[in-house]
């Protein structure tokens, strides 16, 4: 008999000191700061379908924080999207398509034709110059 209101006092006290730790795991790919010389635009990609001539060039494996310091040194690069998740497909895949995976970068010039790519990509296009924070040396 006295198992049974053990039993509860013990479910009870291990609740109590129960706390979520998701917080003290680091982020892989930190998001680019509301300060940055980006904009991010949440849950998008180069419309598979559209205009792919003005692409610049491709890094594959690399960090968000390397895909934006690639894109800041390069003036012709405008925009780019950041893969989030294990594969992205764009285009037909009965015609001609193109796969991503996590952590591939795509840089382009000109103005981006967004698609929507859910939870597997983000855009980033770049601020103009006047909006970027200045850094002292």
């Given at each position: 008999?006295?198992?049974?209101?053990?039993l509860?006092?013990?479910?009870?006290?291990?609740?109590?000191?129960?706390?979520?730790?998701?917080?003290?795991?680091?982020e892989i790919?930190?998001?680019?700061?509301?300060?940055?010389?980006?904009?991010?635009?949440?849950?998008?990609?180069?419309?598979?379908?559209?205009?792919?001539?003005?692409?610049?060039?491709?890094?594959?494996?690399?960090?968000?924080?390397?895909?934006?310091?690639?894109?800041?040194?390069?003036?012709?690069?405008?925009f780019?999207?950041?893969?989030?998740?294990?594969?992205?497909?764009?285009?037909?895949?009965?015609?001609?398509?193109?796969?991503?995976?996590?952590g591939?970068?795509?840089?382009?010039?000109g103005?981006?034709?967004?698609?929507?790519?859910?939870?597997?990509?983000?855009?980033?296009?770049?601020?103009?110059?006047?909006?970027?924070?200045s850094?002292?040396?």
């Amino acid at each position: 008999m006295k198992l049974k209101y053990i039993l509860p006092l013990v479910l009870f006290s291990m609740q109590a000191s129960a706390a979520d730790l998701t917080a003290n795991i680091k982020e892989i790919n930190p998001p680019i700061k509301n300060n940055s010389a980006f904009e991010k635009i949440p849950h998008v990609a180069q419309y598979g379908l559209g205009d792919w001539s003005e692409v610049i060039g491709m890094a594959k494996g690399i960090s968000l924080d390397d895909a934006s310091k690639i894109a800041a040194s390069d003036n012709k690069i405008t925009f780019f999207f950041y893969t989030n998740a294990s594969q992205l497909v764009l285009g037909d895949v009965n015609k001609d398509y193109r796969v991503f995976h996590h952590g591939d970068a795509v840089f382009f010039s000109g103005k981006p034709w967004w698609g929507d790519a859910g939870e597997l990509a983000d855009g980033y296009i770049k601020k103009p110059a006047a909006a970027q924070p200045s850094v002292s040396p």
